[in-house]
């Protein structure tokens, strides 16, 4: 399991995470909500291993990430960065197939299986072909989605344990292509067991489809619970500094529904 | 959504495209050995190499193709194919069109170690390659150390244009230091050129270019992941500091000595690996063995035409693939603009 445990991280000598304890449990989906600086990407970028912990740990199956060669780590847990811009542009097909760098061992045909199959979680299987520059910022983030989705799934025994790490996945996408990744996220996490972290900064899909939700200010962790329990209008004017109605959504009994109000001035 | 299935624009296949290009380099090799500005009959060349003929004639085409022409054309496909696999290679690494070996200083260094050396005095090739050689890893380890202290390739690259602008300041130094004579020999080092050749110097760069390029072109993986950008080639399992140490290593190495025999010859590596993208894509998997090809091809003729242009003398190569690679780059530079 890929958990932090009192962890506390800095970049460029200033502290931005501080005490932060959690764990990504196999079958859930763990929301991060936070305002702008308040160390989202921070906890994923130490999360994903590219950031060493000033102090505290982060460890997978018990042992720090330090000591996971980067090839290991690869092929327990996948990371979808903001919009990753191609140096030089390649066919989607190609983009798709590079999820499945870190396994050698899988033969073309069934990376050829499991990257359509990956494309169609996404929905972006009709993308399939066109070259990655003629995509629009929303079907290539679909597209890194579906790259990502293939090195999460690539010859994964049964009940192995995967991670999955998003950022903001769904920035630049359409409420319907909010609605389809998240979805596919959180039937990955039923269906197969796929631990999954998502930042996010739409309080009501993290309702909708997080098991959990982390709410970060100022580096601190200053909730960790169900949505029902950790959205409340105390935590959102902790995190937000905005006042919040929080309502019972209409069609999902138990499930808070956010309206923010615009601030005085 | 429900938009229909885009057709799918098939690109040639990696296989025909490397056969292909192959078959022409072969080709191309035999017509550069037969041309030159003594003329052998092409039909005569199988006969020639393989000790058939036997008339007055026959002995002295026979000696100056195995002598002369052939060492040459095979000095110019390994040093070809040395430039443009180092230069995709750089270019993947720093994510940069415009990457070419030359940026890490591998190939003013081995200018400065080759000019030290002649203005100090060097009798011959043999004091000055090896002086050369010194001259680009030292360049290389210094651009690497200082600027590998940094996040990331830019601090490589920064330390790279630096440790550059100084060797170039130091030749200036050399040159305007130099006699005559000296200055002859700087000219050969400046501009480039393969008319040291000889089966000996063939027979012990094949197989480094041979090997060193295989070892850059099992990279393909690590090269298409850094396309996403370096963090995201980390995600994907490959250590980035070892990577890049390993791939400035290489490339190094590999364009280390064909700067010893050869002088600097530019363009090749900076051009070839953008014109095979333009026309096969960026997938290294198929960029890095055609580059190589092209490279070879590209060398080959540029070294035809430096010795047939201007008969009985012959051009430094160098002028040639500038001339050929500057407005090329000029061209691509102005498609960008306009894209």
New interface residues.
Partial sequence: MLQAANLACARGGRAVLQGVSLALRPGEVLGVLGANGAGKSTLLAALAGELAPASGAVQLDGRPLAQWSAQALARRRAVLPQAPALAFDLEVDEVVRMGAYPFAELAPGPLADLAEHALELADAAHLAGRRHASLSGGEQQRVQFARVLVQLLACRAEGEYRALLLDEPTASLDPRHQITLLRAVSRLARAHGVAALVVLHDVNLAAAWCDHIALLAGGRLVGLDAPASVLTAAHLRAVYGLDAHVLEHPEQPGQPLVLFCAPPG | ?A???????RRPGRAAVLAALGTALLVLALAAASNGAMRIPFSRLPALMFGAGTGAEDALWRNVLLQVRLPRVLLAIVVGTGLAVSGAAM??LF???LAEPGLIGVSLGGALGAVAAIVLGAPGLAVIAPSAFAGSLAATLLAYRLGGRSTGVAGVLLAGVAINALCAAVIGLFTWQANDAQLRSLTFWNLGSLAAASWPLVAALAPWVAALSLLLLRDW?AM??????E??A???????AALRRRLVVLVALLVGPLVAVTGTIGFVGLVVPHLV?LTL???HRALLPASLLVGAIALTLADWLARIVAVPSEVPIGIITSLVGGPFLLWLLARRGTA
Avoid: I, K, V
């Fill in positions: 959504m938009s229909p299935a885009t057709p799918r624009r270019q993947a994510r940069n069109p993986r298409n992941a850094l396309l996403l950008g963090r995201e980390q995600h994907l399992g490959f250590a980035l993208r894509g960026a997938d």
